[in-house]
């Protein structure tokens, strides 16, 4: 639940630029977060030099892939499906070979391949390089799996081949892994502890970025804020490296500021952060910079003390609160947004009214809601019993929904008759006659098209808005252009 899961993404297809030489066909379908969607990419990317072109239609294709997330039991529900599909297909395309990458497979690898026989592949998020491997031996006709989490693994050097964009944004990983044992999450047992890519090959990817005419890009990790480079390895042994190792590091208030200085132009936008990881330095050298964006996403998932020390947060509703004082005092334009969880095991009254007192008391511009739904593999399944009646968590989580929406219009409401700055990023969803873009602060932004195009910095003067949105009109391009 730390990861921002877009539903309109849902399920949606890679396609990009043929290879003629290529003569097989992936088709490869994606869930979750953004996170899954640049693993599509990379895989996409490796697959290309394997002779596969990608394709949108499911019966032409001779490789099938879902890229899965264990977040969310609606996800898996969906995966299933999916695999019920592909397999109907496979009836009349008896060639065609079904994988399932991503964080379901290293949890469902034996219950896919022996018990349920509805897939050929299995491949975990730390093994896509050995794609080229696995793909021969479901060639030569037998099953393939690999899950083994690696201390190492990060991607970085394989470029992704940015697919389905739209040519403004892109989404650049930093980090793999998670070593915070949330007991709700079950990203740790998925995608292994916590290792860092080198800043080198981060600050490459955005330098070719910009240069493929890319405005925007948004540092990923499962939590950004812990990323430490000191030459590679895992976080958790940073304590045995070397004093020049140590001296050299690079850590994520650091690597914000060498991102910001290689292209000035360009927009920055980091996510996920985590409450405990934020450090000061980190809000000192977002102030710093004008290209880095004035939004931090800070899941908090509960206002309770007594919740936050059974889900394993490692922060107190204190600690947060003296976190957002800081952001607001150093950036006092920052949009800050949360994730929340409704009906934690053992989660009373007095707790659920504690998650309204801390909303109160941030006013988040948005926020990403949901009842808590038991994950196979988590500590919360392993060892409490998912007690909150049904109706209780959903009757909670409409009191937390109705809450954000009046702070939402309270934020949207601050923005009345100022003039932004506003990236395109194509159409308005309900007006061909407008375009879409957002604010430094992530809120969208609609005005009339006029002569502006996507991928233009526009000044946009704000004359009304919803509670997500506002509406406005184009004073001029801004001197970012």
């Known amino acids: 639940m730390e990861k921002i899961i877009d539903e309109s993404q849902q399920g949606s297809t890679l396609a990009l630029e043929k290879d003629e030489k290529n003569g097989r066909k992936l088709y490869i379908e994606s869930y979750g977060c953004q996170m899954n969607f640049s693993d599509s990419e990379i895989v996409a990317s490796i697959l290309a030099k394997e002779g596969f072109n990608t394709t949108q239609e499911l019966q032409e294709a001779d490789l099938v892939l879902v890229n899965t997330c264990s977040i969310r039991e609606k996800a898996e529900v969906t995966v299933r499906k999916r695999l019920e599909k592909f397999n109907a297909v496979k009836k009349t395309n008896p060639g065609m070979k079904v994988g399932v990458l991503g964080c379901m497979a290293e949890r469902l690898k034996s219950k896919f391949l022996e018990e349920e026989k509805i897939v050929d592949m299995v491949v975990g998020p730390d093994a896509y390089k050995d794609l080229p491997n696995l793909i021969q031996e479901i060639d030569e006709g037998r099953n393939a799996v690999n899950v083994i989490l690696s201390k190492d693994e990060t ?28 007991t709700f999450c079950v990203v740790p047992f998925t995608r292994g502890r916590e290792r860092s890519r080198d800043p080198q090959s981060i600050l490459e990817e955005v330098n070719d970025l910009w240069k493929k005419g890319f405005k925007e890009v948004t540092l990923l990790g499962q939590n950004v804020d812990s990323y430490l480079w000191y030459g590679g390895g895992l976080k958790k042994d940073f304590e045995k490296a070397t004093d020049m190792q140590k001296a050299t590091s690079v850590n994520f208030a650091k690597l914000l500021e060498l991102v910001a200085q290689a292209q000035p132009k360009m927009r920055i936008r980091f996510s996920t952060s985590n409450p405990q990881d934020m450090t000061l330095d980190v809000i000192e050298s977002m102030a710093k910079y004008d290209n880095i964006c004035k939004y931090i996403h800070l899941p908090v998932q509960s206002g309770s003390n007594r919740i936050l020390k059974a889900m394993n947060r490692l922060h107190t509703r204190e600690e947060y609160f003296e976190l957002i004082d ?10 800050i947004s949360q994730d929340m969880i409704t009906g934690f095991p053992t989660e009373t009254e007095e707790d659920h009214q504690d998650t309204l007192s801390l909303m109160e008391y941030v006013k988040y511009d948005f926020g990403f809601m949901f009842a808590y739904s038991e994950r196979p593999g988590t500590l919360a399944e392993r060892k409490m019993d998912d007690d909150i009646p049904e109706e209780t968590k959903k009757r909670r989580l409409r009191e937390v929904i109705e809450l954000q929406q009046k702070h939402g219009l309270y934020r949207t409401q601050q923005h009345l008759g100022k003039i932004e700055e506003v990236l395109i990023e194509g159409p308005s969803k309900k007006s061909d006659a407008h375009w879409m873009g957002r604010n430094s602060q992530n809120t969208v932004v609609v005005f009339p098209k006029e002569t502006y195009t996507i991928g233009d910095f526009v000044n946009v003067k704000i004359n009304e808005c919803t509670s997500a949105t506002l509406i406005g009109e184009a004073v001029g391009l801004s001197e970012n252009n």
């Open 155 to 182: 991607y970085g050097d394989v470029a992704p081949v940015r697919l389905n964009s739209n040519g403004v944004s892109a989404f650049v990983s930093i980090t793999r892994g998670c070593d915070n044992m949330c």
């Open 326 to 335: 800081n952001i607001r005092r150093i950036i006092p334009d920052c949009a």
